[in-house]
């Protein structure tokens, strides 16, 4: 007989609950939005934009109309009488000790950690592998409602120093610093004005001296910040101890606004390879320098952009590569860059059935991490220099479905770390030997959810073409497929981004309360390779809605549920999905939550970083890419009278990546579209937060518990 799990008896509760209160929804009174007389013409199409006035987040105006919309929230979610306790029990679950990968840098180990409750995880060391971890960096210190996150950190190649960079309140923008490891005290260096960048450092021997490379914008006009236009990102060097204003200008392009630049240093300290993107187009470039010779040039090593190439290591000059040339699933090749013709490139690693997700190479081996069918395989590879070629040696016995991550080090480290987690199990730390191939457990979180209660099994959906489209189930076993389980459904579909398995509090909570959690595994995304990520782009984006929608009819069709019972959910682009299939199939579904969504199909690319988006959307300043886009943006797309399911749409003030504007603009006209009988229409705003990354605990628990509220009580769970 086992122990009682607390879990259960939450969940058992908590339904208890739900059945003895029940609900009933009244029509709520929105506030008025103004509209105003502002019309487009996209290329003979005239198009109104009646809420154009709430792009300027910064006007009075606007600031009242998020007052008065978070009002209405607040207050009905203030009526849901099981709010409180959902609350407290993610609380409960995430009050476990996380642990972030280890790295080793000269002697001393570097990981974050947080005991459980802390808004943000702190940056510890242990200076020998026999002594305590310390605190290093304590983020929680900074600000007094913990939205001062800790967002990239990297130690000098000996451990003595580190550079970290720290964001406010989710901005995308980082500022850096630098820490002595030893004292824990911070050096006068300070870099602004950077994003979407990380850090490189030199050797203490190297003629440059010791520093580091980043990637900055220039410093934008007042007022800008958060939607400004960034565009023009340069590559610097920073010499330490040096003011910013003093920093080396190593590359920019005048002549190529969209292009970005990735410096980093090898392992030996003899080369600066340079990842070129265009947006967020996977093909890139690769340049170098030769670091050993003073004021060597930059040369352009891949300029064609047709392909993906990662750097991955090298050996003295010949660089080795990761990359989807003549193989849509990705294989690994060696260039020589003293003899750099096409025709000399060896393979490596040859490309599998399975889509190879990253490689890094540790003592001697290739580490190669698989997909196969959204769920990671883990290869080891050695190679032989003398005969310039690879050999299959083993592969790693994972625990079971699941994603595995981590491998970093450098080649002549002896060990490195990975990361394994479920849908049901959080992620455990492993200790890894390369060369013998052995695991061992490093770090077992310890989460207050009863795992051995659920499974996740695979199934395959049909979408409209034929096309197979995965999707993982997670439920309580023995499940009784009477169509009227409350299923929560979420799925991304884009930017060649795969989702794979891992654990959630959030997810863990619905589990609890009866929910079936499914993660649809979408067109667009990089699950098969570049034709499965292409084949969700631009004008074949309705193939992503399709695939979501035919898994949507499969959970039906096989009883796991009812359209009434059915919610979808999705972040950025997810919330693209999310506003695109419920405006082409509102009868489809019972709630809908868009996250940070891109709403506005028409002009996503006018706001900070969304004009890299065109490599998987297109444009509205093309004809052509204005057809497509315009035939399925969700602002577009929402008719008056029509019954929408119950939506609440989330978003941020500080989100400088998707502007709030999209949500605001799409709040707006869905609630005066709405059916009069129809369920609610809310948006809730949050402050002092961003996209996402770097959100304070407390905001993501407080977010989290109005989000499952919501649902318990529009889908009437019962």
């Known amino acids: ?95 476990y000790e996380r642990f972030g990968l280890p790295r080793l840098k000269g002697g001393r180990t570097f990981f974050s950690h947080n005991p459980g409750l802390l808004n943000q995880a702190r940056l510890m060391v242990a200076d020998t592998p026999e002594t305590e971890p310390r605190v290093l960096l304590d983020p929680n210190t900074l600000s007094d409602d913990g939205t001062v996150s800790l967002t990239g950190w990297e130690p000098s190649d000996d451990g003595a120093l580190l550079v970290y960079s720290l964001s406010r309140s989710g901005a995308d923008w980082q500022e850096w610093h630098v820490r002595d490891v030893a004292t824990g005290q911070d050096l006068p260096d300070v870099i602004k004005w950077s994003k979407f960048s990380g850090t490189s450092w030199t050797q203490a021997s190297s003629p440059q001296g010791l520093g580091f490379y980043y990637s900055r914008f220039d410093e934008p006009k007042t007022g800008e910040e958060r939607k400004g236009v960034v565009e023009f990102q340069k590559l610097y060097f920073h010499r330490l101890g040096s003011a910013q204003g003093e920093d080396q200008l190593i590359y920019e392009r005048r002549d190529q606004k969209e292009w970005n630049f990735d410096g980093n240093v090898t392992d030996d300290g003899d080369w600066l390879v340079i990842h070129v993107s265009r947006g967020t187009d996977p093909k890139n470039g690769v340049f170098y320098r030769d670091l050993t010779q003073p004021d060597a040039p930059i040369v352009e090593l891949l300029n064609e952009f047709d392909a993906e190439y990662s750097f991955i290591d090298n050996d003295g000059p010949v660089f080795f590569f990761q990359t989807d040339l003549k193989a849509p699933r990705r294989r690994v090749i060696a260039i020589d860059v003293t003899q750099p013709e096409r025709g000399k490139w060896r393979e490596v690693i040859a490309e599998s059935p399975e889509t190879l997700e990253g490689t890094h190479r540790v003592a001697g081996r290739f580490i190669a991490n698989y997909l196969k069918d959204a769920h990671n395989a883990v290869r080891l590879f050695s190679w032989e220099a003398a005969a310039g070629q690879s050999k299959f040696e083993s592969e790693l016995a ?230 497509s886009l315009y035939a399925y943006s969700p602002l577009h797309h929402l008719k008056e009278g029509v019954r929408y399911p119950a939506t609440m749409i989330t978003t941020a003030d500080h989100d400088d990546r998707v502007v709030p504007a999209h949500s605001f603009k799409f709040a707006a006209r869905l609630q005066e579209c709405q059916a009069k009988d129809g369920p609610p229409v809310l948006i809730r705003i949050e402050t002092k937060a961003g996209h996402g990354a770097g959100t304070a605990l407390s905001k993501v628990i407080e977010e989290s518990a109005d989000e499952l509220a919501f649902l318990v009580k529009t889908l009437g769970v019962e």
């Open 1 to 95: 007989m086992s122990a009682p799990r607390p879990s259960l008896s939450f969940g058992a509760s908590l339904l208890l609950l739900l059945g003895a209160t029940g609900f009933s929804m009244t029509p709520l009174s929105y506030p008025e939005t103004r509209h105003v007389d502002v019309v487009d013409d996209y290329h003979g199409t005239k198009v109104a934009d009646p809420f154009r006035w709430l792009e300027d987040d910064n006007s009075a105006e606007t600031g009242q109309w998020v007052a008065a919309q978070n009002k209405i929230t607040f207050g009905f979610l203030g009526q849901i009488p099981q709010r409180e306790k959902i609350r407290d029990r993610l609380k409960t679950l995430w009050n």
């Open 398 to 627: 994972l625990p079971g479905l699941g994603s595995a991550d981590g491998f970093i080090g450098r080649n002549h480290d002896r060990e490195t770390f990975y990361s394994f987690a479920s849908y049901t199990t959080p992620s455990a730390l492993y200790r890894l030997n390369p060369a013998t191939g052995e695991s061992t457990l490093f770090k077992q979180p310890k989460v207050d959810f009863d795992s051995a209660g659920y499974e996740t099994r695979q199934v395959f959906a049909t979408s409209v073409d034929e096309t197979k489209v995965p999707m993982f189930i997670t439920q309580r076993k023995g499940l009784k497929l009477d169509g009227r389980q409350p299923v929560l459904m979420h799925g991304y579909g884009g930017f060649n981004i795969s989702l794979t398995p891992y654990f959630g509090v959030m997810r863990a909570v619905w589990l609890e309360l009866g929910g079936v959690f499914v993660e649809a595994n979408l067109r667009g995304g990089g699950e098969y390779g570049s034709p499965w990520h292409e084949a969700g782009t631009k004008e074949r984006k309705q193939n992503v809605f399709n695939d979501y929608i035919a898994c949507a009819e499969w959970l039906i069709a096989n009883r796991y549920t009812s359209p009434q019972k059915l919610a979808i959910s999705g972040g950025s682009n997810g919330g693209l999905l999310v506003g695109a299939v419920m405006t082409q199939r509102p009868d489809l579904f019972g709630a809908a939550l868009p996250a940070v969504g891109v709403l506005d199909m028409l002009r996503f690319h006018r706001f900070t970083i969304g004009w890299a988006w065109t490599s998987d959307y297109g444009s509205s300043d093309d004809a052509e890419g204005f057809k």
